[in-house]
């Protein structure tokens, strides 16, 4: 992986100057922007979502379709969960008991974090990791045992989890594909791992983006919950490929036992329209290979650039980029929101690490234009 060349000094100037500084007129009204690098892309009248990992494209067609269908039976507190838990027992080949809903899996993560709280344990995790699950249970009271990515490849570190183990330990949370780090575990070290650790504790395998991900090292745990094993959650959302984060639809797949104190633990409940929606997205693979192969292309937009500025990257299997700008990202995500693009948040204290969700291909192009306009020497 490329480290990045990028003249630090020049860009914080930069950043400092603001838009104005920065060589571009915007032309008032016209909503273009004519700027001295010669950039031909037009500055949208709204605000491209590059922040929150949300899908472009969605909801599709045919949940929209099912959303209007339904709107006359919100009216109703009889939501049919055991349509959509059917659904997703056939998908997944597993039996309908070893599956719960949420509203977004963010809902399991914290149940299984509380849980995970309420023998007075500790949680260890990756550093840095999607947060839902590890905040909550800090707050509950768990110690929190946060092990550094590998500093060279960025990735989760397996082996040091492992060792970081102890034994009050009662929940170990994966997220794979990671955030913001969009990197994957291999999957022959990650089953021996969670086939050994889940013995005497949880292992939570968070796959929010497993459908986006096209690599031969990757697998779904989901095969070890079918086959029985106790202690392992894996957790899916609506939220990602399906385009529907607003609806707060998830699931989580364990042994009945685990399913059954989520579900007793767990406050949230699912609403007509979320369930209609997925009920109808699930079935509709086209609009997920459609946002698949743009998800691709807007990856490649953005990868290309970085290949060509050598600005140091990990690799994407999901549908987000991070990339080391070489400056404090506060600054320049207002940068970035002055030319109308939503970036992601800073992740501390790798303060000069931007993460990038990919909105559609067009947009991306525009996001490379501003970026360069704004970090290139
Ligand atoms: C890794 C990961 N897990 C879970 C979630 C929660 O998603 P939701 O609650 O919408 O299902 C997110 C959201 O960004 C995520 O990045």
């Known amino acids: 992986m490329p480290d990045t060349k990028i003249n630090t000094v020049s860009r914080r100037q930069i950043l400092l100057g603001g838009g104005a500084l920065l060589g571009s007129t915007l032309i008032p009204g016209a909503g273009f922007i004519s700027d001295a690098l010669g950039g031909e892309i037009a500055r949208p009248e709204y605000l491209i979502r590059a922040g929150f990992n949300e899908n472009p494209w969605g909801p599709s067609r045919v949940a929209l379709q099912a959303i209007a269908d339904s709107t006359k039976f919100t009216n109703q507190y009889g939501v049919n969960r ?3 838990i059917a659904m997703m027992a056939e998908l997944n080949d597993v039996p309908p008991d070893h599956i719960c809903i949420s509203s977004g899996s963010g809902e399991i993560l914290r ?11 500790s949680v260890v995790c990756a550093d840095p990791t999607y947060h839902d699950l590890i905040r909550y249970a800090e707050r509950a009271g768990a110690e929190i045992i946060r092990v550094p990515v590998d500093p060279e490849t960025m990735h989760v570190d397996l082996n040091a989890i492992h060792k970081a183990i102890r ?7 994966l997220a794979n ?23 005497d504790r949880m292992v939570f395998i968070d796959e ?6 096209d690599n031969p090292d990757y697998e ?7 086959e029985g094993h106790n202690n392992i959650v894996v957790a899916r959302t609506a939220s990602k490929i399906h385009g529907l984060a607003g609806m707060r639809i998830g699931f989580g797949f364990a042994h009945p036992e685990v399913t059954t104190r989520i579900n007793e633990a767990k406050t949230g409940a699912i609403n007509v329209l979320g369930l209609e929606a997925a009920l109808a997205s699930y079935q509709d693979s086209s609009f997920q290979e459609f946002t698949l192969r743009k998800n691709k292309e807007s990856l490649a ?25 070489g400056v404090d990202v506060t600054p320049l995500g207002e940068a970035f929101r002055a030319e109308n693009i939503m970036v992601g948040r800073p992740f501390p204290p790798k303060n000069d690490w931007l993460r990038v969700s990919m909105a559609k291909p067009h947009e991306m192009r525009y996001f490379v234009q501003i970026y360069r306009k704004l970090l290139e020497r």
């Open 82 to 84: 055991g349509a959509l």
């Open 220 to 226: 779904s745990m989901m095969d070890l919950v079918r």
């Open 111 to 121: 149940t299984a974090g509380m849980l995970a709280n309420m023998d007075n344990g």
């Open 301 to 325: 937009i953005v990868e290309t650039m970085l290949d060509e500025l050598g600005v140091r990257y990990v690799k994407s299997n999901a549908n987000f980029s991070f990339m080391q700008t």
């Open 177 to 199: 594909p990671n955030n913001p780090i969009p990197s994957i575990i291999e999957k022959n070290a990650l089953r021996d791992f969670t086939l050994d650790v889940a013995r």
């Open 167 to 173: 034994r009050d330990t009662r929940c170990v949370y």
């Open 208 to 213: 929010a983006y497993f459908e986006f991900v």
